[in-house]
């Protein structure tokens, strides 16, 4: 059995009428694994990302996740297999601004069974935890997510994003609002409540200060040969 969460061969990526913006050779990417990719703005960053999310699909090559051939199912089948195993935490956040912050933490898992049957307890006494993991303090815990400071909305949709314990998270430019103290603190919550749940975390930012803390870290200018940035 593979290792592997997500594998990528000779993946190119072009959108109608252009020409490819995205062409890796390969790229894989371990069970467990907190991979930090790198790049300026025209790189393909949030073109891979949307491929690893399986909102668009490639032209050419072969992109398995979890050992999933993303390609072998129906958009209905992608949107299914998302919300089974990815969280994804938004550099917008993409909060319901007028829900509550447990009721936000909690939407991820409406449309995902294998979520809720992950869960070890129900769904609100794990938002709970998650939201006093990422140091949330509990009086804001009901409060609708627009009366948040901007760190505090960076943690719920981080609770969000880890509920059900999905196998792989992906973070793209979360921290970018934060100053560089807080960035790292947030990165070490992260990191420990992806441990704690054996999540596979894929983290994009263009944040050379953030670097450090990972140990792993790919340049996708490099990697991705039609790279105009």
């Known amino acids: ?72 199912l129906s958009g209905r089948g992608r949107d299914h297999f998302r919300a089974a195993n990815l969280g994804y935490i938004f550099q917008q956040f993409n909060l319901l601004p007028f829900l509550s912050v447990l009721d936000n933490v909690t939407s991820a898992l409406t449309f995902s069974p294998a979520k809720r049957a992950r869960l070890r307890q129900s769904p609100t006494e794990e938002a709970r935890r998650l939201l006093a993991e990422l140091q949330l303090p509990n009086e804001a815990w009901q409060r609708p997510v627009h009366a948040l400071s901007i760190g505090q909305q960076q943690r719920v949709a981080a609770a969000r994003a880890l509920i059900g314990s ?64």
């Open 1 to 72: 059995m593979s290792n592997a969460v997500v594998e990528i061969r000779d993946l190119a990526f072009a959108w109608p009428g252009q020409d490819a913006v995205l062409d890796l050779p390969t790229l894989r990417i371990e069970r467990g694994e907190r991979v930090f990719i790198k790049g300026p703005s025209g790189c393909g960053k949030s073109t891979l990302l949307g491929l690893l999310a399986g909102i668009q699909t490639a032209n050419h090559g072969t992109l398995e996740v979890l050992g999933q051939p993303l390609a072998q």
């Open 166 to 229: 999905p196998p792989l998270v992906i973070a793209d430019e979360p921290t970018s609002a934060l100053d560089t103290d807080n960035r790292a603190a947030f990165i070490k919550l992260l990191f420990a409540e992806c441990e704690r749940q054996g999540s596979t975390l894929i983290f994009v930012s263009h944040d050379p200060y953030l670097e450090p803390l990972f140990a792993r870290v790919e340049n996708l200018q490099q990697l991705n040969r039609r790279a105009t940035c």
